[in-house]
C-alpha cells in the first residue's frame, strides 16, 4: 500500500531534551515535506526536500533540523525543544511537479512541557 | 506572497442539509487548487483538485468550480451526511524553486448532527 508512515504518533517530552520524529514514503517520491497544523492557523511548511541531499526552509524553520540521507526518508529534529513546539506535526510527499497534490502521514502529537 | 482564505467554522449542519465552504485566494501566475479533508485522529488526504480556470473538481458528492474572475473554489455538497464531519483545507499549488508548494487556508471544521 502506498503510504507515508510517521513515528511516534504521539509524544511528550521535556524542554531542551532532544527527539526526532521519523517519516517514511514508499513511492519513490522526490519530494518531502513537513507541516505543522495549529489551531487557526492550518498548515504551516517547516522544511522541504527535492531530492537525496537538497533540503531547504519553509515558512517556519526556527527550532528544527532535517536530514534526507535516503530518498524514502525525511527526519524531523528538534534538538532543544520548547513549548511553543507543540503541535500537530505532518509529514507529505509528492512527485516533484505535485500535480496531484500531497500524500499525507497520519500526523504526530507533540506536547513539549 | 500567494494566500488562501477560507470561512471561519465551525459551519454545524443537519443531516442532508446543503453545504457550501467558501475559499478565496491570492497567487500570481495560475496555480492548481486543492480541498483536503482531515477526519479526527487522521492526516490529511486529497478529496479534490482543479488544475485550470473553470475546471470543476468532485469526488464523493462534492463539488468546487476553478473561478478565476472571482478568484474562488468554493466547496459544495447537496446532501451532507454524519460521516461528512472533519476538518476541510482548501489549498493551492504555488511554483517554486522547481516544485510546487502547497499552500493552505486554516481549515474549517464542519460538524453535522442526526
Known amino acids: 500500500e502506498a503510504q507515508v508512515t510517521q513515528n511516534p504518533r504521539y509524544l511528550i517530552t521535556v524542554t531542551g531534551k532532544k527527539l526526532t520524529v521519523t517519516c517514511s514514503q514508499n513511492m519513490n517520491h522526490e519530494y518531502m515535506s513537513w507541516y505543522r497544523q495549529d489551531p487557526g492557523l492550518g498548515l504551516r511548511q517547516i522544511y522541504y526536500?527535492?531530492?537525496?541531499?537538497?533540503?531547504d526552509k519553509g515558512d517556519v524553520p526556527e527550532g528544527y533540523k532535517v536530514s534526507r540521507k535516503e530518498k524514502r526518508n525525511f527526519p524531523l529534529i528538534l534538538e532543544s525543544p520548547s513549548p511553543n513546539q507543540t503541535s500537530l506535526y505532518f509529514c507529505?510527499?509528492?512527485?516533484?511537479?505535485?500535480?496531484?497534490?500531497?500524500?499525507f502521514g497520519s500526523g504526530t502529537r507533540l506536547t513539549v512541557v | 506572497g500567494d494566500s488562501v482564505t477560507q470561512m471561519e467554522g465551525p459551519v454545524t449542519l443537519s443531516e442532508e442539509a446543503f453545504l457550501t465552504i467558501n475559499c478565496t485566494y491570492t497567487a500570481t501566475g495560475y496555480p492548481s487548487l486543492f480541498w483536503y479533508v482531515q477526519y479526527p485522529g487522521e492526516g490529511l488526504q486529497l478529496l479534490l483538485k482543479a488544475t485550470k480556470a473553470d475546471d470543476k473538481g468532485s469526488n464523493k458528492g462534492f463539488e468546487a468550480t476553478y473561478r478565476k474572475e472571482t478568484t474562488s473554489f468554493h466547496l459544495e455538497k447537496g446532501s451532507v451526511q454524519v460521516s461528512d464531519s472533519a476538518v476541510y483545507f482548501c489549498a493551492l499549488s504555488a511554483l517554486g524553486d522547481g516544485y510546487n508548494k502547497l499552500i493552505f487556508g486554516a481549515g474549517t471544521r464542519l460538524a453535522v448532527h442526526p
Open positions: 507529505a510527499s509528492s512527485f516533484r511537479q505535485a500535480l496531484g497534490g500531497y500524500t
Open positions: 526536500s527535492m531530492n537525496v541531499e537538497v533540503t
